[in-house]
């Protein structure tokens, strides 16, 4: 006569919800430490409901439950592991950990920041903060900066979210200054890893630009700008200019001066500048590595 040991349906119709559930799962957006969450107490009522079920159906006077131990070891096991799972979702412990190991490569957005010229400002300063910038003259009256940023994050994480979290503007008499800000560095377990920016400016094109690069890369795109220009303190300038402007381009403590053509370059290192048509506009590089002058 076969005994009912109490466990062993506990058992088969966990490992068989489980799997239900696992396959389910696969064609779905349902994680595992979901699974484990609302998994491991039905274990604890299958058993219970075995016990009552087994009293219940018993003809004995006295009846005597027999036990498993294998099988309840098992749902032992799974119900320590839930408790766990429990205990680190209360805690915040496994919304980390889900968020890690979820953690990609994206490149998202930088909240574009805009902000109008007022009639008394003539110059913009502009500081690049720890990152490359592109500088870009246009006929609009306001200062706008857009651009992205590439990090590792989660799937609902973002390093910012509003403009004046990297970048801060404020006006001093005749002059507004752009501070542009680092953004906060990632934690990826026990190292912090440094987003990539890549930003650009847009200035209007009658007001006077000064840009500190901070000893990172800087493009200038003049355009037809009718106000002179100044960069220091840039490890490289990449310089765009069209052939219609009418510029002088100097050159201070640069190291080396690519592009355009020898005869450019030679000017630039002899004499320290050049010009372009009768050059009404001034375009002054300070303290750089190189200087990439590119005509189109």
Do not use: C
Request: hydrophobic share 45%; aromatic share 8%; glycine share 6%.
């Amino acid at each position: 006569m076969r005994v009912w040991r109490v466990g062993t349906i506990s058992m088969g119709a966990s490992l068989l919800l489980l799997g239900i559930i696992l396959f389910i799962a696969q064609f779905s957006e349902i994680s595992v430490s979901q699974i484990m969450l609302a998994w491991w107490p039905v274990i604890m009522i299958i058993l219970g409901l075995e016990m009552l079920v087994y009293l219940f159906l018993s003809k004995q006077e006295k009846p005597l439950l027999h036990y498993d131990f294998l099988s309840i070891f098992f749902v032992a096991l799974i119900g320590t592991a839930g408790i766990a799972f429990a205990l680190a979702s209360s805690t915040g412990l496994l919304d980390l950990v889900e968020n890690e190991l979820a953690r990609e490569e994206r490149t998202l957005d930088l909240p574009p920041v805009s902000h109008p010229i007022e009639p008394e400002v003539n110059r913009v300063v502009v500081q690049t903060g720890p990152y490359p910038l592109t500088v870009e003259a246009t006929t609009g009256a306001e200062l706008s900066l857009f651009g992205t940023y590439r990090a590792s994050l989660g799937k609902e994480d973002t390093l910012v979210s509003r403009p004046e979290e990297y970048a801060s503007i404020y006006q001093r008499g005749d002059t507004l200054y752009l501070i542009i800000k680092q953004l906060p560095r990632e934690i990826a377990g026990f190292s912090q890893m440094t987003p990539q920016v890549e930003a650009t400016v847009f200035v209007p094109g009658d007001v006077e630009v000064e840009v500190v690069g901070q000893q990172y890369p800087v493009s200038l795109k003049p355009r037809d700008a009718e106000s002179s220009w100044i960069v220091e303190s840039a490890s490289t300038v990449s310089l765009y200019l069209q052939n219609e402007n009418d510029v002088e381009v100097s050159a201070t403590r640069v190291e080396e001066t690519v592009g355009a053509d020898e005869s450019i370059n030679r000017l630039l290192a002899e004499e320290g500048s050049v010009t372009f048509g009768e050059g009404t506009h001034q375009i002054t590089i300070i303290e750089a590595f190189q200087l990439t002058l590119m005509m189109g």
